[in-house]
Structures are given as C-alpha cells and as structure tokens.
C-alpha cells in the first residue's frame, strides 16, 4: 500500500514539469496574461506529441494506454503552471474526437454550467445552447455561462481536483520562499508565528488534499473523487488567499501571480458542479452505510 | 499509487476479523466512566486476550500496515479501547524496547503484553506543558537510589497505574534539554500522592501526582544519564506515528449514526445540515487516506514519522470538534442534555487541540521542521 508515486509515474510528472517550466515558464505566462482568449497552438501539439491527451487512451487506439493514477500527477503539473486551455475537455475527447490525442484539435466542452474556451476551440461538445459570454474573472480562462448544468464525469472532476492540488501546492511554495526571504523587523516574516501558522496551515491543506486525490485515482469511486473534489477545491482557493496574505502588498498586485491562482481556482471550483452536489452526494453515501 | 495489501496482510486481516466476531459477543458489558478499578480490570483483561490470541504486541512487533489494520478492524467491530493499557503499550513498552537493557526489556515488557501491569505517563508539569523541556522535578543521586522531588500533572490513569515513565532533572545546571532522565517509578512507593482532577467534562480522567522523596532505584533509568530527552523523542514518534488511527475510523461510524439520527428525527430536511455532513463526509476520508499515505511513508521509508503525524493531528483534532459541534445542530436542545450520547464527547473533543502538543504547537513544528522556516518567536 502506498499512495505516493511510483517511479514511473514520477518519470511521467518530471517529464511534464520540465516541458511546462522550457515552454510555459513566467515570460509566456506573463504573455498569455497580456494576450487574453489566444491559445499557443504549436504548445498544444507538443503537450500532444507528450501524451498529455492520449495518455488513458488504449495503445490499440494510438494511446499511452495508461490511466488515472498516471493522468493526476500530469495534471497537477498543469495546475501548477497556470497552463491555461481546456485541457480537461480535449483530454477526455481524445479518442471520440479526431485530432484531439494529437493536440492537432482543440476540444471545448459544457461542463458544470460553464464553457470555457469556445471560441478558441475547433471543436465544442455537449449542450451549448444559451450559452451567454462572459468578462472572465481569470484573464486566462475565456468563459460562457450556460442556463442548465448536466452532471458531470467524475473523471472530469478529478482531473480539475488534480489541477487544484497543483496550484494550491505551487502557492505554498510560493508563500513560503518569501516567507524565508522577506525581512521585516530586522528578521525573516517567516520567523513570526503568525506567519509561520498560516504557512503551516497552508500544507495541512495541500498534504490533506493530496492523500485524497490519489486515492480517488486509484479507486475511481465517485465518493472518493467527490470528496477529492471538495478538500482540493478548499486547498486551491485557501492556499492562494493565504499566500496573497503572506505576500502583503506585493500580493495584491496585477505582476505578482498568486491572483492567477486564486481566479483559476475560483474557475475550475465552478466546472465540477456547484459544491452543494458533491455534499448532498457524500451525505447520502452516510446513509447507505458506506463508509 | 497502490492501495492493495500483500497476501499476508489480507491472510492477518481476515484471521482478525474472524476472532473478533467470535470473540466480542462474549465480552462483558464495559464499566461505567468512573469505575476505575473496574476500568483497570476490564482494559487489562482485553489485552490478555489480545495476548492469548497472539496480538498482544501488534503496536510494537508488527509492520506499519499490519498495525494499520488492527486498528481498521478492532474499530470497526467495536472492540474495546486500548484504554489504561495505552502508555504501556503505545509509550513506555516501545521506549524500553528500543532503549533498554535485556534486563528491563525482560522485567516490564512481558507483563505490559500480557496484561498484568499498567503504566501512566510523568511527563508534563503544571509549569511544562506543551514546553516539555521546562520541567522542574528533580531527582538526585543517593547512593544506588535517586531522590525524586516535585509534580507531574495531567496524568492519565493514575489512579489504578502501576508504574510511571517519569522525566526528571538530573542535572540542573545543564542546558535545558540535556538535564533530564527517563525513570520508571513504581506508583505505590512511598512519597507519592495522588490527586484526582475534574475536568471540564466533568470526569476525573487526569490527577495531580506529587512526589515527596521518592526513591528510585538508578537500575530504573532507561537510557543514559542526562539523555532522557532523546530517549522521550524516541517515545513520542511512537505516540504521533499511528495514535489516531482508530479514531478517524470511530468518526466515520459517528458520521454514519449522527446521518440515521437525523433522518429519524427530521433534521435532515434542513439542506444546511446534509451540507455540513457531507463535507465532514469528506474530510474524514481525507483524513483516512492521509493515515493511509502517512504509514506507506513509514513502509518505505522517508519522513520522520513523528512530523508527519503532526500534520495529521492538527487536521485531525480541528475536524473532530467540527463533528461533535454538528452533531449538536442534529442533536438540537437535547444537545445540552449531559445523558444523550455524543454531548459528553463534544466536551471532550475540546482537549484534543490540546493534548499531546497544542495546535500552536504542531503549527510550529510543520513551519520549522517540514517547510523549514526560521526558528521562531
């Protein structure tokens, strides 16, 4: 029993992290800020050329032919970059949609009452109709707003909870290198406990978080990945509030990159459903005695 | 990522479950609170049967995942708490096993296992709680003896307890840390006086126990002089590693009873409180793959076990008071009612972001020894 990565997965992440931080490092990440609803086509078929989309599809079919436990850890790298794109949508319509394994097509997708990235997309699925755009809260999420919301594939939901544990795992790191450095009072900001406990909080967070998104990759139990959902959801939003805090003023400017982090949360806590749902599920999976 | 268990794990796991379920319906019904002797006899009458069935020395002899599913198990079939047995098997046992000579490993570990004796805990002061290291009772030598003088506090079982894993200072010019002993002081030597204390759940689970020139024999200390202080942070790994266990199993089963009760008595219909459970729902099977990810780490290495379990305890001890204050808004008025279940827990849960090391505290020690930030003040 062990939840943490194996070494092939571990090979896989690295992998990824070291694509993202040579093509997605903060010079493009500034960019795409600057550039809003433009996404980096060549980038896309280079994460395709990487797998990124075809990575649970069978090798029968041209994929990787890998599956969860192998999906989660590539995106939480994502979610650490602020990669910004449907990545979520054209991963799961590799294999239905042609081109999109490649990354030669862009898949947008309705999902939880939002279409993120329309009309950037080659290809939109489900239903769209009514779709009403919206000025974006996060400058790196193009989004409409939909009037009905279908419920929406675990798999989905625990891929955005895999992207959230990356950013709430990226602010902590954040927050606590400054911490380390900053001196105020003649000493590192690190060194208050005020500072050291919401630091600390901070990775209670993340680690909590973590063990439950792994373990959901495994059992793929929607239980497992609802309550994935909800801890990484929390983990993502607090994190990046709480490293705002740590930052003080420097935080709440535009150049800093904590506010990326706290919209994309705030982002992708709406694409799995609203909260209420995963609530009411996992409160009636207690009187069905599962434990 | 892997969640399955070896074949012998499955093998233990499934030999467990069967004893159990032949054994539990054969038990006694369990003493009231305040019965202390009847809670000694029955504590250590659980553990004799541990014993006799060969699981007497799980929490020490076994690997971290075996440990894990005794504990998964014995909570889930509502086997009996480790109860009075808890600082001899969980504390003072491992401590003389790792740090003692073959003499007291053969003297104190036979009757802990066995079921015969009971240890409590001489670690905190009234002017040392969370900062151990300030402790003020002393012990000089006298010949083979030491003379021990001062007070513990906070003492768990003290009253029916035969034996004390006692720190005290040996050396008091020496620098905090390195002063101190580790004894083991029999509890019914002369000098020692024992004074229950009331909580503000109105039980007497602690005492005050005073220490009036106690002599205790210098055969009695484990470990070296002076080096009591690594040998306690050998004891509070143990302590950290895998102590909640059964608990966060026992929160599921709340979870689940505190749901049935409030679909019996309406309560349920109130969307805010199905929210509230559902999202406890989630916390404590977080909590559980967290032990889960914490005793892989232990299997394969990497990671001071102890610093690990702090941030399992402070998730852990906050999350617990959130699901005793819910099942308050289940309970309703009946919530102030002292003889409905799950009020007196509610008030004892309010310990557990004390006991063992406050949050503050376990905050602290993720800031510095996990994410590495400077010393703090």
Known sequence: MRLQLDKGQQALRDGVRELLARRFGPEALRDAVERPGRLDRELWRELGAAGFFALRLPESEGGVGLGLPEAVPVFEEAGRALLPGPLVATHL???????????????????????????????????????????????????????????????????????????????CELAVQHARTREQFGRPVGAFQAVQHLCADMLVRTRTARAAVHAAAVTGDPVDVHAARLLADE?????????????????????????????RAWVRTRRAGPTTESEELLAAALLKGET | ??????????????????????????????????????????????????????????HWGASPTVRLIFLEETERAGAPYVGASFV???????????????????????PILRGDEVWCQGFSEPGAG?????????????????VVNGSKIWTSHAEVADWCELLVRTDPGAPRHRGISWLAMRMDAPGVTIRPLRTLAGSTEFA???????????????GAENDGWRVTMVTL??????????????CHRVLRELAAEARRNGRWDDPALRRALGGLHAEFRALWRLTQWNVGEAEHGGGVPGVTGSVLK????????RLYDTAADVLGAQALDLDRPWVLDRLSSLSYTIAAGTSQIQRNIVAERILGLPKGR
Not at chain 1, 244 to 258: N, P, Y
Not at chain 2, 23 to 34: C, F, Q
Not at chain 2, 208 to 222: I, K
Request: hydrophobic letters at 40%; glycine letters at 10%; proline letters at 7%.
């Open chain 1, 93 to 171: 319509a590799a294999g239905r949609v042609p081109g999109a394994a490649e990354g030669d097509t862009v898949v947008a997708a309705a999902l939880g009452g939002l279409l993120e990235w329309a009309e950037a997309a080659d290809v939109v699925q489900g239903d769209t109709a009514g779709a009403v755009p919206l000025r974006s809260v996060d400058p790196l999420t193009p989004l409409h707003r939909l009037p009905g919301a279908a419920p929406v594939d675990p798999v989905a939901v625990l891929l955005t909870a895999a992207e959230q544990l990356g950013g709430a795992e990226r602010t």
């Open chain 1, 235 to 263: 983990a993502a939003a607090r994190n990046a509030r709480d490293c705002l805090q740590v930052h003080g003023g420097m935080g709440f400017t535009w150049e800093f990159e904590v506010h990326l982090h706290l919209k």
């Open chain 2, 1 to 58: 990522m892997d969640l399955t268990h070896t074949p012998e794990e499955e093998d233990f796991r499934a030999r467990l479950r069967a004893w159990l379920a032949e054994v539990l319906p054969t038990l006694p019904p369990p003493p009231s609170p305040d019965d202390w002797p009847g809670r000694r006899a029955y504590d250590l009458g659980w553990q004799r049967r541990l014993h006799d069935a060969g699981y007497g020395d799980v």
């Open chain 2, 88 to 110: 001899g098997l969980l504390h003072a046992g491992p401590t003389i096993a790792a740090e003692g000579t073959d003499e007291q490993r053969e003297r104190w570990l036979p």
């Open chain 2, 130 to 146: 969370s900062d151990l290291a300030a402790l003020r009772t002393r012990a000089h030598r006298d010949g083979d003896h030491y």
């Open chain 2, 208 to 222: 005050e126990v005073f220490l009036d020139d106690v002599r205790v024999p210098v055969a009695h200390r484990v």
């Open chain 2, 237 to 250: 790994s143990f302590e950290r590693g895998t102590a909640f266990v059964g608990e966060v199993v026992a």
């Open chain 2, 314 to 321: 402070l998730a852990y001890s906050h999350a617990r008071q």
